[in-house]
């Protein structure tokens, strides 16, 4: 089976940092793109931030200059540093990746279970 762990998340204070890691494990052929998301309470599931096979990023305007996207296509694992977090920046942190794998040879989206990131204000 092919899973995504997160990790990384806790409790930070207005200012501090964290940063998220993810990994994709199981019988995984390739990964194009990967990407982190986030959930608040009460709202969409919206982009943080995404980095393609080729190592360009785009980020989510909120969080442009303060977070850092990164991946080891070696070790299929992605990263998230997250600087100058704010109390908005609070929510259930996903990760996703679009990977073929042994059992399923298209693009397909998987998902990790999520990671709470809780910023104190």
């Known amino acids: 089976q092919v899973q995504l762990v997160e990790s990384g998340g806790g409790l930070v204070q207005a200012g501090g940092s964290l940063r998220l890691s993810c990994i994709a494990s199981g019988s995984i052929f390739s990964i194009d793109s990967m990407g982190w998301y986030r959930q608040a309470p009460g709202k969409q599931r919206e982009l943080v931030a995404r980095i393609l096979s080729d190592d360009s990023t785009n980020y989510a305007d909120s969080v442009k200059g303060r977070f850092t996207v990164s991946r080891d296509n070696t070790k299929n694992t992605m990263s998230l540093q997250m600087n100058s977090l704010k109390p908005e920046d609070t929510a259930v942190y996903y990760c996703?990746?679009?990977?073929?794998?042994?059992?399923?040879?298209?693009?397909?989206?998987?998902w990790g279970q999520g990671t709470q990131v809780t910023v104190s204000s």
């Open positions: 996703k990746a679009v990977m073929t794998t042994a059992t399923r040879q298209i693009w397909t989206d998987y």
